[in-house]
């Protein structure tokens, strides 16, 4: 399974920025989808999720700012950042996680996007 990330980019704060990621490869069927972020110096944190039911998840720091959402015909995920501010500047990852079919038997794995950069500032 290969993610490819991409969207990422400079914008000023208070700015709107998408980001998405597409996976590709085989797989049986991908559940989960989430977006991370790395920033300078820091750990990676979770940003946001969403299930293959739609169900969605936010950090604190972003509810009400950032949207999450799945288009599972096309294998992507989005990430829509409103009222971006100097503090959600970081590298952006997507994971997946995707049920691949080894013959014998199902097993789920999660694989990671290469991340793409989204960098706020004036």
């Known amino acids: 399974v290969q993610l490819q990330a991409s969207g990422g980019g400079l914008v000023q704060p208070g700015g709107y920025l998408r980001v998405s990621c597409v996976a590709s490869?085989?797989?049986?069927?991908?559940?989960?989808m989430a977006w991370y972020r790395q920033a300078p110096g820091k750990q990676r944190e979770l940003v946001a999720s969403?299930?293959?039911?739609?169900?969605?998840s936010y950090a604190d720091s972003v509810k009400g700012r950032f949207t999450i959402s799945r288009d599972n015909a096309e294998k992507r995920v989005y990430l829509e950042m409103n009222s971006l501010k100097p503090e959600d500047t970081a590298v952006y990852y997507c994971?997946?996680?995707?049920?691949?079919?080894?013959?014998?038997?199902?097993?789920?794995?999660?694989?990671w996007g290469q991340g793409t950069l989204v960098t706020v500032s004036s």
């Open positions: 490869g085989s797989f049986f069927s991908i559940t989960d």
């Open positions: 994971k997946v996680s995707a049920i691949v079919d080894e013959g014998f038997r199902f097993a789920s794995y999660d694989y």
């Open positions: 969403i299930t293959d039911s739609g169900r969605t």
